[in-house]
């Protein structure tokens, strides 16, 4: 008996020397590590595409508390404006660094990070409603404010009112 006679009688059976069978198991390991490889790249996509709404929905919403709290500082803002001038500002650049320097230049610009701010002066007070630059993608709900200090939010792109629920 041969010792070595296995990949003899390997090669007889395919027609050829031992060669074609190392050749033939190379080329099912090559085709079978790239099935492995697109099952593995697959699998690793489905899996980082899975947290990128998480990570999305929770930026929006630390936009969206931001706003509030902006619209808060406002508030406070107009109080003490109205203490000092005897009246509520009727624009943002009225509280801003060319009026009475009460909040920043970039909120008393109107925008800031992804919102709208408009404060409109009305009879006996003021409105502040803040919307979405890019509804969806900066934000998904407007707010309103007025001198009772209630915030209100909308859950869509119609602007928020006085008559939207309260926001929690």
């Given at each position: 008996m041969k010792q070595f006679a296995f990949p003899e009688r390997l090669g007889r059976?395919?027609?050829?020397?031992?060669?074609h069978v190392v050749m033939d198991v190379r080329s099912r390991r090559r085709r079978f590590w790239l099935l492995e490889f697109l099952v593995a790249t697959a699998m690793t996509v489905a899996i980082l595409s899975v947290p990128i709404?998480?990570?999305?929905?929770?930026?929006?919403?630390?936009?969206?508390m931001m706003t509030v709290r902006r619209m808060d500082v406002v508030r406070q803002c107009q109080a003490q404006y109205r203490?000092?001038?005897?009246k509520y500002a009727a624009m943002l650049a009225e509280l801003g660094?060319?009026?009475?320097?009460?909040?920043?230049a970039s909120l008393a610009s109107g925008e800031k990070d992804g919102y709208r701010f408009v404060l409109t002066a009305v009879p006996d007070g003021y409105t502040l409603v803040a919307r979405p630059q890019v509804?969806?993608?900066?934000g998904?709900?407007?707010?309103?404010?007025?001198?009772?200090?209630?915030v209100h939010q909308n859950w869509g792109?119609?602007?928020?009112?006085?008559?939207?629920?309260e926001f929690k």
């Amino acid at each position: 008996m041969k010792q070595f006679a296995f990949p003899e009688r390997l090669g007889r059976l395919h027609g050829g020397g031992g060669c074609h069978v190392v050749m033939d198991v190379r080329s099912r390991r090559r085709r079978f590590w790239l099935l492995e490889f697109l099952v593995a790249t697959a699998m690793t996509v489905a899996i980082l595409s899975v947290p990128i709404p998480i990570v999305e929905r929770g930026s929006l919403e630390a936009a969206e508390m931001m706003t509030v709290r902006r619209m808060d500082v406002v508030r406070q803002c107009q109080a003490q404006y109205r203490s000092q001038f005897g009246k509520y500002a009727a624009m943002l650049a009225e509280l801003g660094p060319q009026g009475a320097n009460l909040i920043p230049a970039s909120l008393a610009s109107g925008e800031k990070d992804g919102y709208r701010f408009v404060l409109t002066a009305v009879p006996d007070g003021y409105t502040l409603v803040a919307r979405p630059q890019v509804f969806g993608k900066t934000g998904r709900r407007t707010f309103f404010l007025d001198q009772d200090g209630i915030v209100h939010q909308n859950w869509g792109p119609e602007l928020a009112s006085l008559d939207s629920p309260e926001f929690k």
